[in-house]
């Protein structure tokens, strides 16, 4: 009796910091809503990691930002991000499918998932941090407007060796501020997000140049800027 007593007061000791790790993490996003974060994840470990670290960071809010590169990223990465709340399942679904029928399993990661992975998480494909990276996504959607989760994406999105963020990619590779980016500008900074320590926006491969093309031609079946004009403020 004593020993199944230690074991459920341990238990409820147990889920009891369980739960004040799950109320800080969601006053922690909520906060975040209202107050930019000082940093992210991603940009600590750069910092930590390289040898060398040249960090060009600025933030700009998403209403000085050329309405291009939201459209493009989310062109790029995630045409269902007016829809889905955090996690698209039906493009999991679809990739899950794909990759049984013996095509590559593609990512299918939504623009909030990635948002929590940079913000919050590392880089891997452990099952853990993709669960982690689900479960942040959907309370970020649940506690963020759509513009919000943008403007933090565009704002800590790695752009290449470190540059992070619209505004610094902006002026690294075309010399000018985000305001004055035009789409053919937005679809090639969002053609490298995949992999931008691969990828390259000073000089796109012919890959790279492959994406951009595409990326545009979606941009455009996308009915251009109206399709982003309805998100909540």
């Given at each position: 009796?004593?020993?199944?007593?230690?074991?459920?007061?341990?238990?409820?000791?147990?889920?009891?910091?369980?739960?004040?790790?799950?109320?800080?993490?969601?006053?922690v996003i909520l906060l975040f809503r209202f107050?930019?974060?000082?940093?992210?994840?991603?940009?600590?470990?750069?910092?930590?990691?390289?040898?060398?670290?040249?960090?060009?960071?600025?933030?700009?809010?998403?209403?000085?930002?050329?309405?291009?590169?939201?459209?493009?990223?989310?062109?790029?990465?995630?045409?269902?991000?007016?829809?889905?709340?955090?996690?698209?399942?039906?493009?999991?679904?679809?990739?899950?499918s794909e990759h049984k029928r013996g095509q590559?399993?593609?990512?299918?990661?939504?623009?909030?998932?990635?948002?929590?992975?940079?913000?919050?998480?590392?880089?891997?494909?452990?099952?853990?941090?993709?669960?982690?990276?689900?479960?942040?996504?959907?309370?970020?959607?649940?506690?963020?407007?759509?513009?919000?989760?943008?403007?933090?994406?565009?704002?800590?999105?790695?752009?290449?060796?470190?540059?992070?963020?619209?505004?610094?990619?902006?002026?690294?590779?075309?010399?000018?501020?985000?305001?004055?980016?035009?789409?053919?500008?937005?679809?090639?900074?969002?053609?490298?997000?995949?992999?931008?320590?691969?990828?390259?926006?000073?000089?796109?491969?012919?890959?790279?140049?492959?994406?951009?093309?595409?990326?545009?031609?979606?941009?455009?079946?996308?009915?251009?800027?109206?399709?982003?004009?309805?998100?909540?403020?």
């Open positions: 009796m004593a020993r199944q007593s230690l074991i459920r007061k341990l238990l409820r000791r147990l889920i009891g910091f369980l739960a004040g790790c799950v109320l800080f993490v969601l006053l107050v930019n974060p000082p940093t992210s994840a991603f940009v600590l470990a750069y910092l930590v990691t390289d040898t060398n670290p040249e960090l060009q960071q600025k933030w700009v809010a998403l209403s000085v930002i050329s309405p291009w590169m939201p459209l493009a990223v989310v062109a790029s990465e995630d045409q269902r991000f007016p829809e889905h709340h955090g996690v698209d399942f039906a493009v999991i679904r679809q990739a899950v590559g399993l593609r990512g299918a990661s939504t623009i909030t998932q990635q948002t929590a992975k940079n913000l919050f998480l590392w880089n891997g494909r452990s099952f853990v941090r993709k669960a982690l990276e689900a479960g942040l996504a959907i309370a970020i959607d649940a506690l963020w407007p759509k513009r919000r989760i943008l403007e933090v994406y565009l704002n800590i999105a790695e752009f290449g060796r470190g540059v992070y963020g619209v505004e610094a990619a902006s002026r690294q590779y075309f010399g000018i501020p985000a305001s004055q980016l035009s789409p053919a500008q937005a679809a090639r900074l969002a053609a490298v997000l995949p992999n931008p320590k691969v990828l390259s926006a000073a000089q796109p491969s012919t890959y790279v140049w492959g994406r951009i093309a595409w990326i545009r031609g979606q941009m455009e079946q996308l009915s251009g800027l109206q399709y982003l004009r309805g998100l909540d403020d």
